[in-house]
């Protein structure tokens, strides 16, 4: 099955371009090892060093991506040990960082008043503790209620500017989404594909559903990067799959 060995995936049959970094795919990852050893071997008859990094050839785009963003990638580049899971990145929107916000702030709500009401159930004597044991615990209750009141009203302050954040960045991607539904339509996404298609000596109508799909997304994802120049792969992950929907979401 075609592998990229950058984010260590495999796709079906008939995909060579990476959808998550645009990379090219190596017929397997069987194929991807073979590569990197023989440059590995070429390497060390150059007289290259066992440490530093040798990448195939055809992953050198990838290498360069990782020397600009200041971090070259480490050995054993595009590889894990059995059983590592592959990291996985998700935007998450600020309106639900809000959400999650209120309910931290909540929850320490009711754990102060909690805590404040034990205290005072135990200095009144309505609990059975009595004697030194009596004063400490209803202490740490106090203790325990105050600095949980503070994390909250601490919190709904934080929540409050993330609330406004959260407004911004909603009309913020509204207003990208409905720029590129007015720029390029449903129709005008296929007939690109099937241009390059035609290009590449391929006919769109024999892609599965699944690698039309993907082409459909690395289109609008490039369209994204390239027209508005947008540095958070992540958040053009989130408006390729709105805008993706609301293209596509019917069929």
């Known amino acids: 099955m075609p592998y990229c060995p950058k984010c260590d995936m495999e796709f079906i049959e008939g995909i060579t371009i990476c959808s998550d ?10 194929a991807w090892n073979a590569a990197r050893k ?29 020397e600009a963003a200041g971090a070259a ?11 590592e899971l592959p990291v996985s990145t998700v935007y998450v929107k600020k309106s639900e960082r809000y959400e999650d916000m209120k309910s931290s ?16 159930l135990c200095i009144a004597g309505i609990l059975p503790i009595s004697g030194t ?22 919190t709904r302050k934080e929540a409050a500017v993330m609330q406004k954040e959260a407004a911004e960045e909603t009309a913020a991607t509204e207003k990208l989404i409905t720029w590129f539904l007015r720029a390029h339509s449903a129709d005008a996404i296929d007939q690109k594909l099937a241009e390059e298609a035609l290009a590449a000596g391929d006919d769109l109508r024999e892609y599965t559903p699944e690698e039309l799909s993907l082409k459909r997304y690395g289109l609008i994802q490039d369209y994204l990067i390239t027209e508005k120049d947008l540095p958070d792969q992540t958040y053009v992950d989130l408006l390729c799959e709105e805008i993706y929907n609301r293209m596509f979401g019917q069929e």
């Open 21 to 30: 970094c645009g990379g090219p795919l190596y017929e397997s990852e069987e």
């Open 38 to 66: 023989k440059e590995r071997e070429a390497a060390l008859r150059q007289g290259t060093g066992p440490d530093q990094n040798v990448f195939p050839a055809s992953d050198e785009a990838g290498r360069q991506q990782a």
């Open 105 to 120: 702030a909540s929850a320490f709500l009711l754990m102060g008043c909690a805590a404040l009401a034990a205290a005072l």
């Open 133 to 154: 044991t009596q004063i400490i615990f209803s202490l740490v209750l106090a203790v325990m209620g105050l600095v949980c009141l503070i994390v909250c009203i601490k």
């Open 73 to 83: 990638e480490p050995e054993g580049f595009g590889q894990r040990s059995k059983g």
